[in-house]
């Protein structure tokens, strides 16, 4: 599987003037799994967003973040084109689209009304009650949830900190767990140092009983060199960190935050950056 993720991500250009790359990349995880990259130059945080297919439903995990002036994020076309490629290849004539969020942040939801209306497509409201309500998670953030796609179970489970509506998705088939803006080669902004914890506690009495191969989050702002970021903001990353975290990177995050306790603290971790906003 590690070869699904050896790619050449776009990372933007020096003089986005002459950039010359598509706004979204599209990349095939496996037939029914892919990876979409905002280009930089389009919008300097060059989110990741996610296409899953199961037998019944498809779901789109994000919608990406707003272009600059005069450009457009033709979002919708590029996932209608997958979508068509996908279902041509079942011989399928139509699927319902599912769109979701890892969380309502704006460079998470700008390319939800690409959506809105759209027939055989329900956009999930990005907001607490409309998460909680679609997926039923009744308990929240203790409880988790079964999304099924069809004969493709993903368990939904809440994980504020980050940002209040934040949620995981995890993959039994790939032992992908999508992990957002709570867990990635970057900067983890924690909003709410205590619930960040929680959270983080949750994932690690998930991953006890259920394996996990690589954490898929939504950004890439490290250098390949330990320790090292790129500056916010910047729209050229030649030498990004791999887009997969893995379960050793994920016991030293848990890790250093037992370490500190209720103590929010900044902290530069070779391959991540413990970031609190205090």
Known sequence: MTNLLDVQWIHGSPDCATNADPPLQVHAFDDETYILRENKCVNFEGPFLYLLFG??????????GPPGQ????????IVQGIVSHWLTEHHRSSIELVVAHSHNHGDHVFGDEQFAGQPQTTVVPPS???????????????????FDLGDRPLTVI???????????LYEPKTRVLFSGDTFYPGFLYIQDWTAY????????????AHPITYFLGAHI?????????YPSGTTYQPEEHTLQLLPQHFAELRATLESMGNVPTRKVMNDFIIEPKV
């Not at 005069?70 to 076309?77: A, K, W």
């Open 55 to 64: 037998a019944e439903k498809a779901l789109l995990l994000d919608t990406g």
């Open 70 to 77: 005069s450009q457009h994020l033709p979002l919708r076309t």
């Open 128 to 146: 607490l009650t409309g998460v909680r309500n679609f997926f039923g998670l009744t308990d929240w953030p203790n409880q988790s949830a079964v």
């Open 158 to 168: 809440p994980i504020p900190g980050h940002e209040p509506t934040h949620i995981a």
């Open 197 to 208: 914890r929680q959270s983080i506690n949750r994932l690690a009495q998930f991953a006890i």
């Open 221 to 229: 702002e490290m250098t390949r060199t330990k320790k090292v970021p």
